[in-house]
């Protein structure tokens, strides 16, 4: 069986250094070479510091860049740097190399030549290329370089976008390719898609063409570039971008040769042939305006200020060519996306509008339809590809097939006639046999149609992982407001969460505690806690919590909260195993949750923090006692005890948060009994193997009389380190009051001296502080601003 442990990186630029930083996080050993710097003088040459200056200030940037690309700052070590003239041949201590030099085909012939010298025979060679066809780079070549070689083609940036494409060659092995498959899913966290080697590949040939459509047609109609942005980006469940944003951020001089490249390679794509970039686009690259990296494109910001303080930043008339002010709009299709929440339901509102964003959404969409039906099998054999391929690589919520599944096959096939386009002649086929759509649902699994059996079949891989869509069309356990409870298979519960945002209210704790007696008084091996939503969620439920602090309605308050601590326990000292799998936000309550679970199975892009300070209060159910059970079960003998007590201080009142589920054990958030998934779509299939290896022996344990609290002489050093937080300023007059409310907790109180304490006095004492909080006018000013902005307020 293949093993990567160590990989050399041939380039260092943004990409290279990218895929470095991502290769450490998934723990390998890299190598990133680059040449020599231009700039070297005659008495820097045998300087090996000045001879790696390139390769080491490129890796310096990355690692300095925001978002960070390394999951923990110290996973930088793992990176080696060198220079293509002196340490090339440390290649052959790789079993990967990855090419990611400059897009000139020469060039990259030349790098290969060179890998072909000092590789290992049997070892894995690749290229990042983003459009050179990858069986040119491979000519010339050796048949054992060939055979292991093929193009894998992350997207920008590594760490976060999930597509990786892998591109085999005719020569390339079966085993190769399928070992990239199945690498880039497990082992980088990545959804794998396997392309032919046609220009674009997969992604940037449907994106490319889908952007350059919208820039078409908002040439024709009377729309704003903000408006097109909210109809093509959050109105179509896609990222907030848009089309004009995400042309700024990409850059228009790169996109315009991107688009001419496949004008120029596609002679035979009529829809590709088509396009023609607006007179408004030449405009911009006239006056290099290349959007972001010039500081002005189809947006520009100004150094004027709204009277809330923003920055104004003005948008481009794409008649007059003019910056302006963004104004409100009146389009009634951008009100009504703004009413529809659920997302198929808008999709299918929208595209049968009749206003110009209407027209925007129904025209974009048919000629998407038309020109994916006539990319399978040229592109990819299997429709699903591209559907993967653009919800990864470009964050979309849905594929263009799943999209024409919303819509309907007749019904996308007649728009796209209407607009001039025709669907391939495999979909009329379709439509003539009776079938509806081009995903469907069969005994509890996902199915897709293929071209070659003109049948319906199981998504290669997807049996593999659990996705809870497969289990919405069966009968649920239980069911509230805010919950769904399923079988998942094995004797394993999943309990997804279904609020808005996933926040935390009385119908989630009601579900939790539900689902945790069902599973007690059933036949059942035990309970998952997870969703697939973007975010595990992100903490209690703010409105209401402040409706009940506006009123000072105190009971209700402390039954609240005792309610949301008792469930916390309650997954704690179940006599099942209970275990969360977590992706995205997974803040306050959230967070209090996972860290009273057996185990926390948390994709590595998982956010996980106490932001309580936030709003004016701290963690009241059950994290504040948490981090002092932790803290007391990190003591020994011997210890000096108070620096751990100042971090866990810090951490809460500062309201940090990890940026990564490693950086989450730094924290305390997580500890042995967690594990980190690089896969976020493998996290509820690894939970419920979570539950079944801990059934076969589980013993449920008992709740802790013996919490060692460190009293009055803690609450001095805590205090002292508080009062450093707000001469730093680092903490308002506020922040200190509920600082010195988690200091009392974590220390257990005016105690006279170290003891121990049990778990239900800390939480009392923790629920005493939490209401004293809810009755602090700036607590309320907190949460009211919070709920009112979604952004915190210091005061």
């Given at each position: 069986?293949r ?9 260092s630029g ?6 470095a930083?991502h290769l450490?996080?998934a723990?390998m050993?890299?190598?990133l070479?680059?040449?020599l710097p231009f ?9 090996p ?7 080491n200030?490129s ?14 700052k110290?996973?930088?070590d793992?990176i080696?740097t060198?220079?293509f003239?002196?340490?090339?041949e440390?290649i ?9 030099v400059?897009?000139k085909?020469?060039i990259?012939k030349?790098?290969?030549s ?8 049997g070892?894995?060679?690749s290229?990042?290329t983003s459009g ?9 070549r050796s ?6 070689f ?18 085999p060659?005719?020569?390339t092995n079966?085993?190769v390719i399928d070992?990239?498959?199945d690498?880039g899913e497990?082992?980088?966290g990545?959804?794998t898609?396997?392309?032919?080697d046609t220009?674009g590949?997969i992604?940037?040939?449907?994106g ?8 078409m ?11 097109i942005d909210?109809l093509?980006?959050?109105?179509l469940?896609?990222p ?6 995400l ?7 790169t996109?315009?040769k991107?688009t001419?490249?496949?004008?120029d ?8 042939q088509?396009l ?6 030449q405009f911009l ?19 004027e ?7 104004i930043?003005e ?10 002010k963004?104004?409100?709009?009146k ?9 529809i929440?659920?997302d198929?339901?808008?999709i299918k509102a929208l595209?049968?509008h009749?206003?110009?964003g209407?027209?925007?959404i129904?025209a ?6 038309a020109?994916v039906?006539?990319?399978?099998p040229?592109?990819?054999d299997?429709l699903?590809s591209?559907d993967i ?10 594929g263009?097939?799943?999209?024409w ?15 001039g386009?025709?669907?391939?002649s495999w ?9 509806t759509?081009?995903?469907k649902?069969?005994?509890g ?6 071209l070659?059996t003109?049948n319906?079949?199981?998504i ?12 919405r ?10 919950v769904?409870?399923?079988?998942i298979g094995?004797?394993v519960l ?7 945002m996933?926040?935390?209210g009385e ?5 939790i505690n ?12 035990g309970?998952?806690i997870?969703n697939?939503?973007k ?11 402040g409706m009940l602090?506006f ?5 209700q308050?402390n ?5 949301f ?12 195993p209970?275990?969360a799998?977590?992706?995205g936000y997974?803040?306050?309550?959230g967070c209090?949750?996972i860290?009273?679970?057996?185990s926390?199975?948390c ?7 106490l932001?309580e300070?936030?709003?004016g209060?701290?963690?009241g159910?059950?994290g504040t006692k948490?981090?002092?059970v932790?803290?007391s079960?990190s003591?020994r ?8 007590l100042?971090?866990r201080?810090?951490t ?15 924290m305390?958030?997580l ?6 998934v690089?896969n976020k ?5 690894r939970?419920?193997?979570?539950v079944?290896?801990l059934?076969?022996d ?18 001095a050093?805590?205090?002292?380190a ?9 903490a308002?007059?506020?922040d200190v009051?509920?600082a010195?409310k988690i200091a ?6 005016d105690?006279?001296s170290?003891q121990k ?8 004492i923790?629920?005493?502080?939490f ?10 000013e907190?949460?009211q ?5 979604n952004?915190?307020l210091?005061?």
């Amino acid at each position: 069986m293949r093993h990567i442990k160590k990989v050399a990186v041939l380039g260092s630029g943004i990409m290279g250094s990218g895929i470095a930083c991502h290769l450490a996080n998934a723990g390998m050993e890299v190598l990133l070479l680059d040449i020599l710097p231009f700039d070297l003088a005659d008495d820097e040459k045998s300087d090996p510091e000045a001879r790696n200056r390139l390769v080491n200030q490129s890796l310096q940037k990355a690692i300095k860049s925001n978002p960070a690309p390394l999951f923990k700052k110290e996973y930088a070590d793992r990176i080696t740097t060198g220079n293509f003239e002196d340490d090339f041949e440390k290649i052959g201590d790789c079993d990967w190399t990855i090419e990611v030099v400059i897009e000139k085909l020469d060039i990259k012939k030349d790098v290969f030549s060179k890998v072909e010298q000092f590789r290992k025979e049997g070892s894995l060679v690749s290229s990042n290329t983003s459009g050179i066809p990858i069986h040119l780079l491979a000519e010339g070549r050796s048949d054992d370089f060939k055979s292991h070689f093929c193009g894998t083609h992350f997207f920008n940036p590594p760490r976060y976008l999930e597509l990786l494409e892998v591109i085999p060659t005719t020569d390339t092995n079966q085993d190769v390719i399928d070992f990239f498959l199945d690498f880039g899913e497990v082992i980088l966290g990545k959804s794998t898609v396997l392309c032919k080697d046609t220009p674009g590949f997969i992604g940037n040939r449907v994106g490319v063409f889908a952007m350059s459509k919208v820039y078409m047609l908002a040439d024709e109609l009377d729309l704003t570039i903000s408006e097109i942005d909210k109809l093509t980006g959050p109105a179509l469940s896609r990222p907030k971008t848009g089309t004009f944003r995400l042309g700024d951020l990409v850059g228009h001089d790169t996109a315009a040769k991107v688009t001419q490249g496949l004008i120029d390679h596609c002679p035979k794509d009529d829809q590709v042939q088509k396009l023609q970039l607006p007179d408004y686009f030449q405009f911009l690259l006239d006056n290099k305006y290349y959007g972001n990296k010039s500081g002005q494109g189809f947006y520009k910001k100004t150094n004027e200020r709204d009277e809330k303080g923003k920055r104004i930043i003005e948008q481009l008339n794409l008649k007059t060519l003019q910056y302006e002010k963004p104004g409100s709009s009146k389009l009634e299709s951008l009100g009504l996306s703004k009413q529809i929440e659920n997302d198929e339901r808008r999709i299918k509102a929208l595209f049968s509008h009749e206003d110009a964003g209407g027209q925007l959404i129904r025209a974009s969409l048919s000629s998407l339809f038309a020109y994916v039906s006539k990319r399978v099998p040229e592109i990819t054999d299997e429709l699903f590809s591209i559907d993967i391929a653009m919800k990864a690589g470009y964050n979309w919520g849905f594929g263009p097939f799943e999209y024409w599944d919303i819509i309907g096959l007749k019904e996308g096939r007649k728009a796209a006639e209407e607009a001039g386009e025709s669907v391939a002649s495999w979909v009329s086929e379709m439509i003539e046999e009776g079938h509806t759509s081009f995903y469907k649902m069969e005994d509890g699994v996902r199915k897709y149609y293929d071209l070659d059996t003109k049948n319906y079949q199981v998504i290669p891989g997807s049996l593999d992982k659990i996705s809870l869509v497969n289990y919405r069309s069966q009968n649920p356990v239980y069911k509230n407001d805010e919950v769904v409870l399923h079988d998942i298979g094995e004797g394993v519960l999943c309990l997804e969460f279904t609020s808005k945002m996933n926040a935390i209210g009385e119908g989630i704790l009601t579900g939790i505690n539900e689902s945790i007696d069902l599973a007690e008084s059933g036949d059942w091996q035990g309970l998952v806690i997870g969703n697939e939503a973007k975010n595990f969620t992100v903490g209690a439920n703010l409105m209401m919590i402040g409706m009940l602090a506006f009123q000072q309605e105190f009971e209700q308050l402390n039954q609240a909260v005792k309610l949301f601590q008792d469930t916390t326990m309650r997954c704690r000292y179940a006599s099942i195993p209970v275990v969360a799998a977590t992706q995205g936000y997974v803040f306050g309550g959230g967070c209090e949750l996972i860290m009273h679970c057996d185990s926390a199975q948390c994709a590595a892009e998982s956010y996980i923090g106490l932001v309580e300070v936030g709003v004016g209060l701290l963690p009241g159910g059950g994290g504040t006692k948490e981090f002092a059970v932790r803290t007391s079960d990190s003591f020994r003998e011997g210890d000096v005890k108070m620096p751990t007590l100042i971090d866990r201080l810090r951490t809460m009142a500062l309201a940090q948060v990890a940026t990564s589920a490693p950086q989450a054990y730094d924290m305390g958030y997580l500890n042995a009994k967690d594990e980190v998934v690089m896969n976020k779509n493998l996290v509820i299939s690894r939970a419920r193997d979570k539950v079944l290896e801990l059934a076969k022996d589980y013993v449920s344990p008992i709740e802790r009389e013996d919490v060692h609290v460190m009293g009055r002489s803690g609450l001095a050093a805590l205090y002292a380190a508080i009062s450093s937080l707000q001469l730093g300023n680092y903490a308002s007059e506020h922040d200190v009051l509920i600082a010195k409310k988690i200091a009392w907790v974590l220390c257990g109180g005016d105690l006279s001296s170290e003891q121990k304490v049990s778990e239900q006095y800390l939480l009392d004492i923790e629920r005493e502080a939490f209401l004293s909080l809810c009755g602090e006018q700036k607590t309320l000013e907190r949460i009211q601003h919070m709920l009112e902005t979604n952004k915190p307020l210091r005061n």
